[in-house]
């Protein structure tokens, strides 16, 4: 993942943003993965075949989004609550960081 090199790895039936969780990141959200925001939208930089169709939420959010910023194809950008995922794939997400307890946790006493 773009920026910072993260490797997540993403269980089947589980959301982009529900791996990350689980192995201890934070990533930007305001409705907590219930597909009411864009604030966990990311760009799909590698593996656009290896991902899921877009939900019914990303459409209703991402459509004005992808309108307005023209230089970014609309099928790369997509909520990470909703995207699932079938193989390798590439994302551009900036603010995606490890969680202050995992910090502690992975550098030990």
Do not use: F
């Amino acid at each position: 993942m773009e920026p910072g090199g993260h490797d997540i790895e993403v269980h089947p039936g589980e959301s982009l943003i529900q791996a990350a969780w689980r192995e201890g990141y934070e990533w930007p959200t305001l409705c907590y993965g219930m597909g009411t925001c864009t604030a966990c939208q990311c760009e799909l930089v590698d593996g656009l075949d290896n991902v899921s169709d877009k939900t019914e939420a990303e459409h209703a959010m991402l459509g004005d989004l992808t309108r307005r910023r023209r230089r970014i194809d609309p099928r790369r950008v997509r909520l990470a609550c909703q995207l699932r995922i079938t193989g390798d794939i590439e994302v551009r997400k900036p603010g995606v960081r490890i969680a202050e307890n995992q910090t502690a946790e992975r550098s030990g006493p």
